[in-house]
Antibody, heavy 119, light 112 residues
Framework: EVRLVESGGDLVQTGGSLRLSCAAS????????MSWVRQAPGKGLEWVAN????????WYVDSVKGRFTISKDTAENSLYLQMNSLRAEDTAVYYC????????????WGRGTLVTVSS | DVVMTQSPLSLPVTLGQPASISCRSS???????????LDWFHQTPGQPPRRLVY???NRDSGVPDRFSGSGSGTDFTLKISRVEAEDLGVYYC?????????FGQGTKLEIK
């Protein structure tokens, strides 16, 4: 069974840093694209970052470029999102997701982890 | 970026009646590999989204057959033949044919 468990969310001050983790199980983590998607309170879904299975390709939404870094530890079956220079508009539930071998994303979703940025 | 436009944004429904949600993309979602990477998700308050349909019309395991997806090119539809209480919530379409991948704004299905 595929499982994704996000953690690391917290209340942090504007300008602060946070590292999110996503523990993956039930699939070959080393061979699949992974991503982070977020949802601000009461709002829709927004792609934040993607990483190719080998780490050779990464993509970020413009609003987080230069501040967020996606990474992975294959030995630990874990995906990370290092978030620096946090802003109020980064407040959201953050979900990690995977693309399966057939090229389809987001089945299943984890429960997400809440990041709150406050001044 | 490909813009995904859902309509309506709010859909009041009567339980037992059909419902239909439209999703239009600003570019064709047909990939060079021949697939159309258009999916539908459902989210209820306090819960993560759940994928219902992938590749326009393929229902995920465990999704009731009252849900059906259709469409092609830039125009897609999710239909519910008879709405049940558990279907209430927000529905999102998502494209992953083009970079960056993008979601629609969401359509809130609620009781009339």
């Amino acid at each position: 069974e595929v499982r994704l468990v996000e953690s690391g969310g917290d209340l942090v001050q504007t300008g602060g840093s946070l590292r999110l983790s996503c523990a993956a199980s039930g699939f070959t983590f080393s061979s699949q694209w992974m991503s982070w998607v977020r949802q601000a309170p009461g709002k829709g879904l927004e792609w934040v970052a993607n990483m190719r299975h080998d780490g050779g390709v990464t993509w970020y939404v413009d609003s987080v470029k230069g501040r967020f870094t996606i990474s992975k530890d294959t030995a630990e079956n874990s995906l990370y999102l290092q978030m620096n220079s946090l802003r109020a508009e980064d407040t959201a539930v953050y979900y990690c997701g995977r693309r399966d071998d057939s090229g389809w994303w987001f089945d299943p979703w984890g429960r997400g982890t809440l990041v709150t940025v406050s001044s | 970026d490909v813009v995904m436009t859902q309509s309506p944004l709010s859909l009041p429904v009567t339980l037992g009646q059909p419902a239909s949600i439209s999703c239009r993309s600003s570019q064709s979602l047909v990939h060079s590999d021949g697939n159309t990477y258009l999916d539908w998700f459902h989210q209820t308050p306090g819960q993560p989204p759940r994928r219902l349909v992938y590749g326009v019309s393929n229902r995920d395991s465990g999704v009731p057959d009252r849900f059906s997806g259709s469409g092609s090119g830039t125009d897609f539809t999710l239909k519910i033949s008879r709405v049940e209480a558990e279907d209430l919530g927000v529905y999102y379409c998502m494209q992953h044919t083009h970079w960056p991948h993008t979601f629609g704004q969401g359509t809130k299905l609620e009781i009339k």
